[in-house]
Each structure stands twice: as structure tokens, then as C-alpha cells.
């Protein structure tokens, strides 16, 4: 039925893809992805919890009491995507037929370039590939030569490395990676034990630069922070690739015959976030980073989010023991259904007009399951996923993190929703990932996998169909318990091109 050979079963079965699975991938391209029917944006006081400041260390108190409890806390940290998109203004440059800058944002980049981080590299790099420092090339209108030394393999390859890797800030006696001031955050809010466990998602090409500069820097940071450092890394699963379809929705073939795979997109890390052994799991963008005098809001809030976060799995613990014991009163069911519907905000209609056992056993379900708060900031225009409370399949409601592909934008009601909503996904989550009884979930089982979305792209100039899988902090995470909290926009600092790292926050 799916046209599969021989030939693709070998190729399969080393990419420990089953033909089940294409068969399933070739069902999505056909019928495509349900839109998710949003109830309301969630919002401050409505699905967003906005914190007292007088509460706020009472928060993180409970979350650094926590820490002293011998538990297994671990920093994850997507680090894969090559940093190719941030200088796409750049490419462009090389390619345009001008030689001297002509654009705002070229204009910005050159005027600037002393106030980049990577500016002493990429001038020695320019002294021994050219004989000329940056001020003679750039006085010599030569332009063109300093951005090929600085993103090309003759030169620093910037163009080709991830993000982790580039130098983002600069010291009075040092600059540093994305990846060294993640290991400077991983000591400040995540260490427990005297260790912090950082682990980062890399592709297998750039492991050993990873691998390199960790052995550069781990003892001088140990020393610093009086801690040691696990850090570990992983890489996205081959057998999380999907196939490629033409337009028609037939399997797309390469010169040579061969099926075509994509990487599923950030979903796949569901996978390797299953595979840590951890009990607390903080989650951040590798490029969301800035330099130590401004890391007191980072470390305050994620401290708020994961006292958040203890206190809500504890509750949540207490009513499942209590449930086990059988010793509950009517009262302490109205208290179950008063938590998860205010302080979870899964809502389940007419829940209080069943049976008892039956409302038990829906209760151990709902709660019984990973737990996640995320960090949510006021909108200003920046891109990301939003906070949202939709209906669930199986009619009840709860609060999911939406992308614009996930929203009916020819629902005029859903659009209106979606283009007003007050605040965004930073990618700021920290995750608790063990049951009552201490056993890991598997977070396999909590992925709603119609909530992936098809992409259009082009290979060798032919187009093609790409299926990406439910967003790791979307779809992968659709049936865990969530709660939103509001956090503020100094703790959000993205790097998108290379002249956001002229911002202030990044100087």
C-alpha cells in the first residue's frame, strides 16, 4: 500500500523506523492535523497565576529547601539548530551585487563590530588570512572579506556552527558561550548535592567541538562555584526523522530511489527527554542567556517556577496517597476537584455528577501525570507559541501552549483569540517527571499525535511535504498537568540574529 521495497525495509530497519509508522506518516499527510478548539486565551488571574511579590520568596524557599533533599535535578537544554538563521542578513550581503554596506541592518553590523563579542577572534582571523586587521579591511571597503572570514569554513564558519558555540558575551577577562553561561545558570538554581547536571541536545557533527569545550572550561567553573559539573549530551533520534511526500502525497524519492527523511522537528526531544533520569527537569533555549550582571532575575524566577512547581506536585501527591487509603470524606473530594480545576485548571464538565468511583478514578488520571509550570511574559511582539485553554478530545479542558499552525485562522473567533492574546511562550518550563511513588512516567504515553502540522519544502528544486511532530513544549506535552505563571520580560533575552547581541542586555 505505501509502495515500500525491499531496498526501503534496510533503510528503515537501520533507522529503527517501522513501516507501521510510515503507513501512519503517509495517513497524516492525506488527512492532515485537526485544528485544537480554543476556549479563551489563558490570561493574568485567568489561566495565568500572577505571583504576590510577598510572595515570591516564599516560593523560592520552598524551592531551595527542595534541593537539599537529595533529589535529581538536571538542566535541559536544546542545542542542536545551527546558527545559519542568524546571519541570514549576512549571507545576503555576500551574495548582493554591492560591495560596501547598503541596508540599516549591514550598516548596524559594521558600525558596531568592536562591540561584538567574537570581535578579537574574527580579528585575528583576519590578520592571518589577509594580512589586514577589520579597521584596515573595512577602510579598504573589504567588507565582504571580513563576513566570509567570520562565517565560512576559511575563516571562523560561524555560518555552520549552533548557537551554543559562538561567542554571544564578553568579560573584562573572558568571553563566553550560550553553552558556558548555561553551565554558570546550571550552578546558580539547579545544582543539588554539590553537582549540576546539565544536558544538552547537539548534533553528532558538532559533539566533539561540544565535548572539546567542555573539557576547556569544567575545572575553572567547578573551581568558581565550588560545585562539580555532570554534563551529558544527546542527539536527536534517527528513528524521530519523518518522510518526505510529494504534493500528491506519494513517497518522495531521491535521485538515486531512496526515500527521503527529515528531522521530526523539536517534538523529537520528547525522546531524549524520556531518557533522562531525573526527577526535576528545567527547560531553556541554548540562545535565552545573558551576562552575569543581569542573571539575579533569570535565577529569582526560575527559583519562583520550580517552588511553584514542588507545591503543586506535593498537593497533587497528597491527594493521590489519600485516594489510595480509601479514608477520604465528601469534603476532601470537593478539595480534589477545587485543585485541579483552580489551581491545574483542567476543568471537567459535569464531574460532580458522577459516581464516586468513577469520579476517583477520573481524578487519580487527571493528576496522576507529568507536571510542568512554565514561565509565561507579557506579549511584545517577539515570536512564540501562546498560552491558551482549549477542549481536549475527550471534552475536558485544560491549558496548552498553541502555534499559529495549530489555530483555524478561517475561525474568525479562533483568529480574534489567537491575535489577541497577552502574553507568550519563552520557552521557560520546568518539568516534574516522576509519579507519587517515585517512578519515572513515560512520557511517550502523554504525546497527542494529532497535534503535528505539515510543512511545504523543496529538494534539489522539487517541492515536498514535511511532517513535523507535536512541538516538545506543544503536542509532546499535551497531556500534562499545566499551570502558566507569569514571569518578567527581563528574564527573555533571545539571540535571533547577530545584531540582537548589540542589545544592552547582551553587552
Known amino acids: 500500500m505505501t509502495g515500500i521495497t525491499s531496498k526501503d525495509k534496510i533503510l528503515l530497519t537501520s533507522r529503527g523506523i517501522t513501516e507501521e509508522s510510515v503507513n501512519q506518516q503517509l495517513k497524516m499527510f492525506q488527512n492532515g492535523f485537526p485544528f485544537l478548539r480554543i476556549l479563551r486565551p489563558a490570561v493574568r488571574g485567568n489561566g495565568i497565576m500572577a505571583i504576590p511579590d510577598n510572595d515570591v520568596d516564599k516560593y523560592r524557599e520552598t524551592w531551595e529547601d527542595y534541593r537539599t533533599q537529595h533529589h535529581r535535578i538536571v538542566k535541559f537544554v536544546p542545542a542542536s539548530g545551527a546558527a545559519s ?85 564578553r568579560y573584562a577577562d573572558e568571553t563566553r558561550t550560550p553553552f558556558e553561561e548555561h553551565l554558570m545558570e546550571g550552578a546558580l538554581y539547579a545544582s543539588t548535592d554539590g553537582m549540576a547536571r546539565i544536558h544538552f541536545t547537539v548534533s553528532g557533527n558538532h559533539l566533539p567541538l561540544f565535548q572539546s569545550l567542555t573539557s576547556k572550561v569544567i575545572d575553572s567553573f567547578a573551581q568558581r562555584y565550588g560545585i562539580r559539573f555532570n554534563i551529558s549530551f544527546s542527539e536527536q533520534k534517527k528513528s524521530t526523522d519523518t518522510i518526505a511526500v510529494n504534493t500528491d502525497n506519494t513517497l518522495f524519492r531521491d535521485q538515486n530511489g531512496d526515500l527521503l527523511f527529515r528531522p521530526g522537528g523539536h517534538g523529537a526531544l520528547i525522546e531524549n527527554l524520556n531518557d533522562l533520569d531525573a526527577d526535576i527537569v528545567f527547560i531553556k533555549n541554548i540562545d535565552n542567556v545573558v551576562p552575569d550582571r543581569l542573571k539575579a532575575d533569570t535565577v529569582t524566577y526560575k527559583q519562583l517556577l520550580a517552588g511553584v512547581l514542588v507545591t503543586m506536585q506535593q498537593q497533587a501527591f497528597g491527594f493521590l496517597r489519600l485516594m489510595d487509603s480509601g479514608q477520604y470524606t465528601h469534603d476532601d473530594i470537593e478539595k480534589m476537584i477545587r485543585f485541579l480545576r483552580h489551581d491545574l485548571s483542567c476543568n471537567i464538565p459535569d464531574l460532580k455528577n458522577l459516581e464516586d468511583a468513577e469520579l476517583i478514578s477520573i481524578l487519580r488520571k487527571k493528576m496522576n501525570r507529568p507536571m510542568r509550570v512554565c514561565g509565561m511574559v507579557r506579549n511584545v511582539g517577539e515570536p512564540g507559541g501562546g498560552p491558551f485553554c482549549v477542549y481536549d478530545a475527550d471534552g475536558s479542558e485544560s491549558l496548552q501552549i498553541l502555534e499559529s ?31 507519587y511513588k517515585g517512578k519515572r512516567f513515560n512520557l511517550l504515553k502523554h504525546i497527542d499525535p494529532a497535534t503535528g502540522f505539515i510543512s511545504h519544502k523543496s529538494k534539489n528544486g522539487r517541492e515536498l511535504k514535511a511532517l513535523e511532530l507535536p512541538g516538545l513544549w506543544n503536542g509532546a506535552m499535551s497531556d500534562w498537568n499545566t499551570v502558566f505563571v507569569e514571569v518578567p520580560l527581563s528574564t527573555f533575552n533571545p539571540v535571533k ?3 540582537d547581541l548589540l542589545r544592552q542586555v547582551h553587552q
Open 85 to 169: 538563521r542568524m546571519f541570514k542578513d549576512l549571507f545576503a550581503f555576500l551574495k548582493a551585487d554591492y560591495q560596501v554596506p547598503q541596508s540599516t541592518y549591514e550598516h548596524t553590523f559594521f558600525d558596531n563590530i568592536h562591540r561584538f563579542a567574537f570581535y578579537d577572534e574574527l580579528n585575528k582571523c583576519c590578520v592571518a588570512n589577509k594580512g589586514k586587521d577589520i579597521d584596515a579591511l573595512m577602510e579598504a571597503q573589504e567588507y565582504k572579506t571580513i563576513v566570509s572570514l567570520l562565517l565560512e569554513p576559511t575563516g571562523m564558519n560561524y555560518g555552520a556552527l549552533p548557537k551554543g558555540l559562538l561567542l554571544f558575551h
Open 405 to 435: 499552525s495549530q489555530i483555524d485562522t478561517n475561525d474568525a473567533d479562533a483568529k480574534y483569540m489567537f491575535e489577541h492574546g497577552t502574553h507568550f511562550n519563552p520557552v521557560d518550563l520546568v518539568c516534574a517527571v516522576r509519579d
Open 497 to 499: 540574529t547577530v545584531n
